[in-house]
């Protein structure tokens, strides 16, 4: 069972990326998909979560506006578009599981090895 995630780099501010994580092992439609990021120094914090269906979908105050969260249960992978990115976003980023219906991603069941974010100029 595993979670790979893709799509972090270097990237200045005002910019995007999407990152992508992709199931292998297990099928991801019977579980809440959430984004968490860790800065230096700082403790890991959810960025966003999303429902088994995809149906509905939660953000950090931080990010509301700039990042989306979407789905592709058919490809086994779930998505986060970040747009307007800000220094402040600069972090690891990992995306997680969670078996369940809701948008509920905490505590998670399996977890990604991480993908550099680095907001820069």
């Known amino acids: 069972l595993q979670l790979v995630e893709s799509g972090g780099g270097l990237v200045q501010p005002g910019g995007s990326l999407r990152l992508s994580c992709a199931a292998s092992?297990?099928?991801?439609?019977?579980?809440?998909i959430g984004w968490f990021r860790q800065a230096p120094g700082k403790e890991r914090e959810g960025v966003s979560c999303?429902?088994?269906?995809?149906?509905?979908?939660n953000y950090a105050d931080s990010v509301k506006g700039r990042f989306t969260i979407s789905r592709d249960n058919a490809k086994n992978t779930v998505y986060l578009q970040m747009n307007s990115l800000k220094p402040e976003d600069t972090g690891l980023y990992y995306c997680a599981a969670r078996r369940g219906v809701q948008a509920m991603c905490n505590p998670p069941d399996y977890w990604g090895q991480g993908t550099q974010v680095t907001v820069s100029s």
């Open positions: 092992g297990f099928t991801l439609n019977y579980y809440a």
């Open positions: 999303i429902s088994s269906s995809g149906g509905s979908a």
